[in-house]
């Protein structure tokens, strides 16, 4: 009995000696702003997940995240034995979120069949109040705390089978100032049409993981994928410096090798990210060498070009990499050359990326 005690006493001293690493996502801060990594939506025993609350904690200071949300469904809840009041996830993450330094933001799902389907309220002062017959009162009801509130998974097939609509309940929902912004990605998905509604509306576009599962389920970090997240644009790295920046719509979504956003943060971050480091020149021919400091990869098409130049047809950044572009023209060739390229992932519309350039 005292042999098989020593055995889990020492078992138990391995296990707790194994170190936590936090990995840092390297992303670059724009003029002004600092590039919040954020989750605003993901799920935990007190709904329908399968994790306790501090686990999402854990699991975001180890992927490097800033900010997060545990946004229980108010009308789904499996285990309603266990789980007492709406926001009591919040209560039992809040002390591990401080002791991590993860920006834990209060906030609910409200759950309803299309329309309008669910929608995440954040920033609320209290969850029960969103518990309501009628889906029109629980918005309301986050309004008047003041929530920012978004459209969830706009285009997820079960509710929207077919095609991804806007129906009658979201301009009503609109015109009331009960949306402040859509999921434009959720999970692995990204939605084109409901990153027009944000460009058309004036919303803020989001990208959450929607996590039930522990994360390592959905996302194989051993094969260098990534957590979808919003990157917030804040003037200071606080809850509220994340509510300053998305009542002004200033984010980026990262899903899969995508970036999606407005034209002018994604050319900032591009810019920012990968750096001409070297261009050498000599005769009919030109190399750029690029510097790529972040984690982000780029993807490069050729588009119009003078047809004396030619250089890659398609052509990629990797992550934290050093790479060359090679470009031949005549050797007559006097003058300033330029060469033009689509950055496919960078999406500044719905599925179409961004047009770039550089001289030589
Ligand atoms: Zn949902
Ligand atoms: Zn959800």
């Known amino acids: 009995m005292k042999h098989i005690f020593s055995i889990l ?15 840092e ?16 939506h993901m799920h935990t025993v007190y709904s329908d997940g399968a994790v306790w609350p501090t686990v999402r904690v854990d699991e975001a200071w180890r ?5 997060i949300a545990l946004t229980e469904h108010i009308e789904y809840r499996p285990h309603k034995d266990l789980t007492g009041h709406h926001g009591r996830s919040y209560e039992i993450a809040e002390g591990s979120a401080k002791a991590n330094d993860i920006l834990l933001i209060r906030g609910s799902e409200i759950t309803r069949s299309m329309a309008p389907g669910h ?18 009162d629980s918005f309301k009801q986050a309004k008047q705390q003041g929530a920012f509130i978004f ?44 990153h027009r509604w944000c460009l058309e509306k004036s919303l803020t576009m989001i990208g959450n993981s929607d996590v039930h599962n522990p994360i390592g389920m959905d996302f194989d970090f051993y094969k260098g994928e990534h957590r979808i997240m919003t990157f917030v ?7 509220e410096g994340i509510r300053e920046a998305l009542d002004n719509r200033r984010t980026i979504v990262w899903v899969k090798d995508l970036l999606v956003g407005e034209e002018q943060w994604l050319k900032e971050l591009f810019e920012k990210s990968v750096k001409v480091v070297n261009v050498k020149r ?10 790529n400091e972040s984690d982000l990869t780029f993807h490069f098409q050729k588009t119009e070009h003078d047809k004396a130049i030619e250089y890659f047809r398609t052509f990629t950044v990797k992550p934290q990499s050093r790479c060359n572009i090679a470009i031949y023209f005549p050797e007559t060739f006097n003058g300033e050359g330029k060469i033009n390229f689509r950055v496919t992932n960078l999406l500044v519309q719905p599925n179409r990326g961004m047009d770039y350039s550089y001289s030589f």
């Not at 996502?25 to 605003?40: A, E, N, Q, R, S």
């Not at 998974?153 to 929207?160: C, E, K, L, S």
């Open 9 to 23: 006493f020492a078992a138990g001293m391995a296990l707790s000696a194994q170190a936590q690493v936090r990995h």
């Open 25 to 40: 996502i390297h992303v670059p801060d724009l003029d002004g702003y600092k590039t919040l990594k954020c989750d605003f």
């Open 63 to 67: 992927e490097g995240l800033d900010a």
């Open 119 to 136: 929608f995440n309220a954040i920033f609320l002062k209290d969850c029960n109040p969103l518990d309501q017959k009628d889906w029109h």
């Open 151 to 194: 459209w969830n998974h706009p285009g997820w097939a079960r509710q929207q089978p077919d095609t991804t609509l806007w129906w009658n309940e979201h301009t009503e929902i609109y015109d009331n100032g009960w949306m402040q912004g859509i999921e434009v990605a959720n999970g692995t998905s990204y939605f084109p049409e409901a």
């Open 233 to 239: 644009l804040a003037k200071e790295r606080s809850v």
């Open 282 to 291: 000599g005769k009919g021919y030109c190399n750029i060498t690029l510097q």
